[in-house]
């Protein structure tokens, strides 16, 4: 190993004191609510989403646990209506649509960026407090009469049932601003505050994606706001436009409501991309392959998802024109999501891969994503969704889809940066064996529901036939494994910021430029400016035993000029 | 937009109060600003793009309701409001350009003049869905069937060309009330199958007897059979189409309220911000080299205007 | 997508729009707004037969009108041509929505599916109305 010549400029590797880095320049409850430093609100983020997750997941296991059996196991029909539409609202509302853009990228967006802030932080914090509010409120229709609707919300049931679906229509209106004001940020940020130099081609691809993923929620979200907005003025003034019994249409709901939901898929998944291109290409150590290409093809999913939202619409009596052209455009999709896969496939080949954590669940990412997207093919044909719809199969797929794709690409992400976001590295035995955990749990969990599904088992039914006792009870178990799984991860993530190994600047050797400042960074991000080297040029960088992480070449720092005279 | 870094920032933030510690130059800071309010003005669209769907979609179904609601809608006082706002954004126009040259008084003037003129605009609103409630002119389950010709009594509709408001001194009409019930029309088996959240309008059942039904005979004879009469006289004429009401009128008012209503809300909010930039121009924080703000809550202000250019002629101008 | 790194000057100036194209702009507003409340009494699209004439040339007025607030009013002819991007954007995915929506609703047409009451009420025009009652 190579010894760094001290008298080079090398970006500082710890902070000089404790009081420099972002999470302790400052104490107490109101350094952190008032707060317009993107890292802390990310952090924040983090832990509000986290806590949606635990929720969340406590109703799967409900749901799993119910299950176990035909006829009732632990509770009554109508609580089990409750349970998975809660289980439904809470972790796409509060998880999966905030958790990457909002958590991960409010973190590392700017740094990534060379930026020391998001463009308008004022509205991210606001961003963050609507959120909170939002949760609360969708939290407040548990304790007034529960929502029984499905997370689709679908017309008429959802303007005559008695459970509280105006309140919660109220919070998804408000989770919605949050997202907008996120996205607006993003955007201008991007646009606007890169560093000198940071050119568009130069954006690691987790921007590129973040950029996609803004877009969309920038021009999908406000029709959902809509879309709430009329059916809480239908249950309070009954105003009719969704209401056959008034002369109201309401498969024009169902329009709207996929007119955002379907592009809220790649909201979801969109960002996942990012993480698992940066992912697969730190960890095999080679440039990515086709960096224009997974650029180009996250816009492209983010425009074509605008285009397929009939597909949810095939069995809703819809007109057969319109159908054919929503089938044909949804295979039209699945061609820049295939793009992106063989990308990442090729970039691995001849890399030389380390088998991490993060590198395990950007692995298990390809498989699962793989299954979800290959079966969504199926549901995308008109004829074959006749058969599919509203069963199992369809369940099983946006699980892998929504989970296998975005929780996994998450969980990689969260495990990536980690180190930089607390300064402290985790257990990498025991974060190895939960992500076999979670990849061999959640595929006993879902895979068996694509035959129940193909056998005509129907989703959201709270009983079956005992011919599918089997399918239920090896699902159950694989989500009481996932389920274990986690609380693995919590431990280990809690030990390690209690004891774990002080992170290094950059443990990965990953080449983008958060990586370049300090583990958990400054509070202005860059104590100086970063060396700019391209995204994925890992030739830039070389392992320093003593430091125990990876540094820039000495003969990189000196070419890059600028950081000469801030060290001088 | 990038700034090489020659361009000397700590300078910046020296001179700059109002330079945010993330901006390198008070150039960024204004682009960002204007960039990000485009970005926002776009969700805007979508939000009333929603609504223009429905719009479009209830127009295709129902023309009939469209035609027949359009008789109710006062296209001068429509147009009076449109006016209104037009002038309200040449004076936010002309403060923008006011805070661009430094003209502080002509700014707060301008400023003082757009808010009289969101101020106005809600005036006549208000004046409007006044008419529209006492007539029973609403939305789903709120809406009271024009067939008895109440409204014109109460000299309702528009299309005279006279002004809504000439009504004054006679009697104030009558608030909604429930129409007599049409189920007593229909046998009684027919009458028990409907829910009673479904409203019947009045005189909207087909035959008589055991043979009454809800729903329109199939079809009627082709006009041409018919021997042409001569056409009657105006107002007789305008009579006989507002007694002559299609079902489910009410679907067209729900859209007008919600979207004029959503508009209304949103040059409440535009009033607002127009205040608060009021507020900081009086203490004098805006010049030449600072009026992001200005520019900011007028692009709102017009964004507000441009989406009612285009709800004037689709709600008021129907024939 | 990357214009505004090509062209634009480093630092841009502000461009202040002249009082007499704000106040040419006003009055073409009114103008436009006083001639498509009058058009609207002119039945024009029943005059040479196409009804829909009338909705077309409202809308075509509005749309007029809508450029020049967006193009003179809100800046956009002297900036960023990117904003106008962001505005063609948006217009463009509302299209879409309502485009799509409206393929499905032509297709399913209540009054085109046998044996379903068509909307008969209104006559096309007020000359074909039955005798009142």
């Given at each position: ?111 990534m ?17 609507i ?38 229509m ?59 907005l ?43 991309m ?18 224009k290409?997974i ?16 597909h ?15 089938s ?82 998450f969980?990689g992400g ?14 990498e ?104 080297i ?35 | ?30 682009e ?14 979508l ?25 109710f ?6 147009g009076?409001?449109t ?9 936010m ?129 082709p ?30 008012f ?12 949103h ?53 | ?22 106040v ?22 029943h ?87």
């Amino acid at each position: 190993m190579t010894t760094v010549d001290a008298s080079l400029p090398q970006p500082v590797q710890r902070p000089a004191s404790d009081s420099e880095n972002y999470l302790t320049h400052a104490h107490g409850f109101l350094s952190w609510a008032f707060t317009l430093d993107h890292k802390r609100i990310g952090v924040m983020y983090l832990a509000s989403t986290l806590a949606a997750f635990l929720l969340g997941g406590m109703l799967a296991m409900l749901i799993r646990t119910e299950l176990l059996t035909p006829g009732q196991t632990v509770m009554d029909a109508d609580t089990y209506n409750n349970v998975f539409t809660l289980h439904g609202a809470v972790l796409i509302f509060l998880f999966l649509i905030p958790v990457i853009p909002a958590a991960l990228g409010n973190f590392v967006l700017p740094m990534m960026l060379g930026a020391k802030d998001v463009a308008f932080p004022r509205m991210n914090l606001l961003s963050y407090w609507i959120y909170a509010t939002g949760a609360i409120m969708l939290l407040g229709v548990l304790l007034t009469g529960g929502l029984d609707t499905g997370w689709t919300f679908y017309t008429p049931y959802s303007t005559t049932t008695n459970t509280s679906v105006g309140l919660a229509m109220l919070a998804v209106f408000v989770l919605g601003f949050g997202n907008i004001f996120t996205g607006v940020n993003f955007i201008t940020t991007i646009h606007k505050l890169r560093a000198p130099g940071q050119t568009w081609s130069k954006l690691p691809l987790f921007i590129w994606a973040q950029y996609a993923t803004s877009v969309i929620q920038i021009l999908a979200t406000p029709v959902l706001g809509i879309t709430v907005l009329l059916i809480f003025v239908e249950r309070t003034m009954g105003i009719g436009i969704f209401d056959p019994n008034l002369g109201g249409d309401p498969v024009l709901f169902q329009h709207f409501f996929w007119f955002y939901s379907h592009p809220a898929v790649y909201i979801m998944v969109l960002p996942a991309m990012g993480v698992i291109s940066e992912l697969i290409a730190t960890f095999s150590r080679k440039p990515i392959f086709g960096y224009k290409a997974i650029a180009g093809s996250s816009l492209a999913i983010a425009i074509i998802g605008f285009f397929v939202w009939g597909h949810h619409m095939f069995t809703s009596g819809q007109s057969t024109l319109a159908g054919t052209i929503f089938s044909f455009l949804t295979y039209a999709v699945a061609i820049p999501s295939a793009i992106k896969v063989f990308n990442w496939v090729a970039t691995m080949y001849k890399g030389s891969i380390r088998l991490d954590a993060p590198m395990i669940y950007a692995l298990s990412f390809l498989w699962l994503f793989g299954i979800g997207g290959l079966t969504g093919l199926f549901l995308g044909n008109l004829g074959v969704d006749l058969h599919l719809h509203d069963t199992y199969f369809v369940v099983a797929h946006f699980h892998y889809v929504m989970v296998g794709g975005t929780l996994a690409a998450f969980l990689g992400g969260l495990h990536f940066w980690w180190p930089k976001m607390f300064g402290r590295m985790y257990n990498e035995k025991l974060a190895r064996v939960a992500a076999l955990m979670v990849f061999v749990g959640f595929n006993l969990t879902f895979f068996v529901q694509f035959i129940a599904g193909t056998k005509g088992m129907p989703r959201r039914y709270f009983n079956y036939l005992p011919e599918f006792t089997i399918y239920h009870q090896i699902s159950s178990i694989g989500a009481f494994l996932t389920g274990l799984a986690f609380f693995v991860i919590l431990y280990y993530l809690v030990v390690s910021l209690i004891k774990g190994r002080p992170a290094p600047a950059n443990p990965w050797g990953a080449a983008s430029l958060d990586w370049q400042t300090t583990s958990p960074p400054h509070p202005h991000n860059f104590t100086s400016d970063p060396v700019l080297i391209g995204p994925y040029e890992y030739s830039a960088l070389m392992w320093n035993e003593e430091i125990g992480g990876y540094v820039l070449r000495p003969e990189v720092a000196a070419r890059a000029g600028h950081g000469q005279e801030a060290q001088a | 937009m990038n700034h090489g870094a020659g361009a000397a920032p700590e300078l910046h933030h020296e001179e700059r109060p109002e330079l945010q510690p993330h901006f390198e130059t008070p150039e960024q800071q204004f682009e960002s600003g204007k960039f990000g309010m485009w970005v926002f003005l776009a969700t805007e669209i979508l939000l009333f793009g929603g609504l223009f769907c429905a719009y479009a979609v209830y127009r295709a179904l129902h023309p009939e309701v469209f035609v027949y609601a359009s008789l109710f809608l006062d296209r001068v006082l429509g147009g009076i409001n449109t006016l209104v706002l037009i002038c309200s954004s040449l004076t936010m126009a002309l403060g923008v350009r006011a805070a661009q040259l430094g003209q502080r008084r002509l700014l707060i003037a301008m400023l003082s003049v757009t808010l009289l003129g969101g101020a106005g605009f809600l005036g006549i609103k208000y004046v409007e869905y006044e008419h529209k409630w006492k007539a029973g002119l609403l939305w789903g389950t709120q809406y009271r069937s024009q067939a008895d010709g109440h409204a014109l009594e109460h000299g309702e509709p528009g299309t005279h060309g006279t002004d809504a408001a000439s009504h004054d001194g006679s009697a104030p009409p009558e608030p909604p009330a429930p129409a007599a019930d049409p189920r007593a029309a229909l046998p009684p088996a027919a009458a028990a199958a409907l829910p009673p959240s479904v409203p019947i309008p009045e005189g909207r059942t087909f035959g008589d007897g055991e043979n009454a039904s809800l729903l329109p005979p199939a079809a009627i004879g082709p006009t041409g059979m018919r021997a042409p009469e001569p056409p009657p006289a105006a107002g007789e004429q305008l009579e006989r189409r507002i007694r002559h009401e299609p079902r489910n009128v009410h679907l067209f008012f729900g859209i007008y309220f919600v979207m004029t209503g959503l508009h209304a809300l949103h040059v409440i909010v535009g009033m607002a911000l127009i205040g608060y930039v009021l507020f900081r121009s009086l203490r004098g924080d805006f010049g030449p080299r600072y009026f992001t703000p200005v520019d900011i809550v007028g692009l709102y202000w017009h964004l507000v205007d441009l989406i009612w250019i285009f709800l004037f002629p689709l709600l008021y101008l129907i024939e | 997508m990357s214009s505004e790194h090509s062209a634009a000057p480093a630092a841009p100036e502000v461009h202040v729009v002249p009082i007499r194209v704000l106040v040419g702009v006003w009055l073409a507003l009114i103008v436009l707004t006083v001639l498509t409340v009058a058009a609207s009494w002119v039945d024009f699209g029943h005059l040479v037969g196409e009804p829909w004439l009338n909705l077309v040339g409202a809308l075509t007025i509005a749309v007029v009108k809508g450029s020049l607030v967006a193009l003179y009013f809100m800046h956009l002819r002297y900036e960023n041509p990117f904003h106008g991007f962001i505005l063609v954007t948006a217009l463009a995915f509302v299209g879409l929505l309502i485009g799509i929506a409206m393929i499905d609703v032509q297709a399913t047409r209540p009054d085109l599916i046998p044996n379903y009451a068509p909307a008969l009420e209104t006559p096309a025009s007020p000359t074909d109305l039955p005798p009142a009652p």
